[in-house]
């Protein structure tokens, strides 16, 4: 029945594709299809705000984007431009899918759509950054609101910075032996790693400790490939540095996207055999511009990287890097942030594009009793942001051990280190069904959060739980080996381990979903 409704459904895009093409007498009947008009996004930056003086980022409309020009700064006479590069991921996956409609080869198009690593045409966007001849920032605002007024621009934004996330409460610890005394293929949690233990990793473990074939691209400040606990799932030949600053790619000068790393993968992670692709967009400082992470989606999407953890962000929505976002096939996992802040009244960003893009998860933070994590006093100071309608879920962030530059270990806090356990969880997800959508993922990870926590967590978040990383790996590999089950008898035998509650609330999930997001 599901097939001969998907049949149905790509029969009537085909059709529509033809009477287009037809009464438009235009041979790009990719572009022609989306020739309705667009929202328009307007700048808000002032002169207060943190960018570079000398880039200026512009999303084309649909149409325009499929008509896949070669731009020169000939074609943007608004401003005295000096250079025009296209950073947009996805293109090619985009102009595969463009020629097959053009050339009215269906069978093509169903092919490439039904790839993982295929963009949705219907929401591609090209993105282009523009550099000044004159670098200044009050040419930047000019050159923003001049092309702000062109019919095929939906969006021109200056290129802002942004920092990581804060840390808080450093325990250096150093020891004697380095954790790699834990075997990538042991169900043995090391000592101190409370969050493993809490999202159920040695249940996890036991169906899948992770594939090489999955890899999870960090964007942050590098990481440490010579750390022991990592150098053997870092791969050293895709890492890439998108900075300004000259530094060996395979080096961390700030330490925090070595800790993140270690959370993910390596001995002491939580999926220890997948692949880290470091993806460096932030300097020494801890400084990340916008055109950086831009360029590192779309390097993601162009390697096909099926996961990228993001642990980073700000209070500026740019739309340059949302249309990377949905751009990117895969799965997006970001930080919520912590700033003691309720990110549905105050949006923080990239975390609050979960509800513009099917494909991010934004992360809260927990303790170790399942609680909102908090680090200062009472009510004041620093603590995990949340958000009942813009937070997917919680997941362990509080006094979180993991790899250090340099060798050893230590403890920190914060969500940027609650997401990289979500990342884990996918790629752990991937290992064993490789061929699952991102939005059905988040779907499944949301919908089989742990729901026996504190109120301050059941209430603050999407899932109203903490991140259970066995679950959705079972049911990824339920999906896989067991093929000629019912849905609902698949539930049945993962309610076994978590009731009937869960049965009903994945029944609920899998109904709300289209076909496509099962792919």
């Known amino acids: 029945m599901k097939k001969l409704i998907v049949v149905f459904l790509t029969s009537l895009v085909m059709l529509s594709m033809l009477f287009v093409g037809q009464n438009t007498g235009n041979g790009n009947i990719a572009a022609s299809m989306f020739a309705e008009e667009e929202r328009t996004y307007y700048s808000s930056a002032t002169l207060e705000d943190s960018f570079s003086d000398c880039t200026v980022h512009v999303v084309l409309n649909r149409q325009e984007s499929l008509r896949f020009r ?19 991921p996805g293109i090619e996956s985009a102009q595969e899918q ?14 490439i759509q039904g790839s993982p690593h295929s963009v949705q045409i219907g929401e591609f966007r090209r993105i282009i950054s523009l550099t000044l001849s004159e670098p200044s920032r009050e040419g930047v605002l000019e050159a923003v609101r001049r092309l702000e007024k062109r019919s095929d621009v939906i969006s021109a934004s200056p290129n802002f910075y942004e920092y990581l996330e804060p840390v808080f409460n450093e325990h250096d610890i150093r020891h004697d032996y380095h954790e790699a005394n834990f075997a990538p293929m042991s169900l043995t949690v090391p000592s101190g790693h409370w969050g493993l233990t809490r999202v159920r990793a040695p249940e996890a473990w036991a169906i899948t400790t992770g594939s090489s074939a999955i890899r999870v691209a960090v964007l942050d400040t590098g990481i440490d490939a010579s750390h022991p606990d990592l150098s053997s799932v870092v791969n050293r030949g895709l890492a890439r540095n998108f900075t300004t600053e000259n530094r060996d790619v395979n080096t961390d ?9 270690g959370i993910i993968s390596g001995s002491v992670g939580l999926a220890r055999n997948v ?10 400082s801890g400084s990340a511009s916008i055109n950086a992470q831009v360029q590192a989606i779309q390097f993601a999407t162009t390697n096909r990287i099926q996961i990228i953890n993001a642990s980073l962000g700000g209070t500026t929505n740019d739309n340059a890097r949302l249309q990377a976002i949905q751009n990117f096939p895969g799965l997006f996992v970001t930080g919520a942030g912590n700033e003691r802040n309720n990110n549905d009244a105050n949006p923080r960003f990239p975390a609050n594009h979960r509800n513009d893009s099917t494909n991010v998860m934004s992360v809260a933070a927990s303790n170790s009793n399942d609680a909102w994590a908090a680090w200062g006093f009472l009510w004041q100071g620093p603590a995990s942001n949340w958000g009942r309608e813009t937070v997917c879920l919680f997941a362990p962030g509080d006094s979180i051990r993991s790899t250090r530059t340099g060798g050893g270990h230590n403890s920190e806090n914060g969500t940027s280190f609650a997401a990289p356990f979500v990342a884990a969880t996918a790629a752990l997800m991937l290992s064993v ?12 990870i949301i919908l089989t959060t742990n729901t026996s926590v504190n109120s ?3 209430n603050y978040c999407i899932s109203g739980g903490r991140l259970d990383a066995y679950m959705p790996v079972r049911a990824a590999y339920l999906m896989n080996s067991m093929r000629g089950m019912s ?11 978590h009731g009937f509650d869960a049965r009903a609330r994945l029944l609920e999930a899998f109904s709300s979903l289209t076909f496509a997001h099962l792919m």
């Open 98 to 111: 463009a020629f097959a409609i053009n050339s009215r080869n269906f069978g093509r198009l169903e092919q």
């Open 70 to 88: 070669r731009l020169s700064v000939r074609d943007f006479p608004e401003y005295n431009f000096s250079g025009v590069v296209c950073i947009t």
């Open 253 to 261: 000068p700030h330490g925090h996207g070595t800790r993140v790393a």
């Open 487 to 497: 849905m609902e008898d698949m539930f049945d035998v993962l309610a076994r381990d």
């Open 275 to 284: 692949s880290l692709i470091s993806l460096r967009v932030a300097i020494a």
């Open 433 to 444: 069904n490789p061929n699952l959508g991102a939005h059905f993922m988040r779907e499944l």
């Open 456 to 458: 301050n967590i059941r």
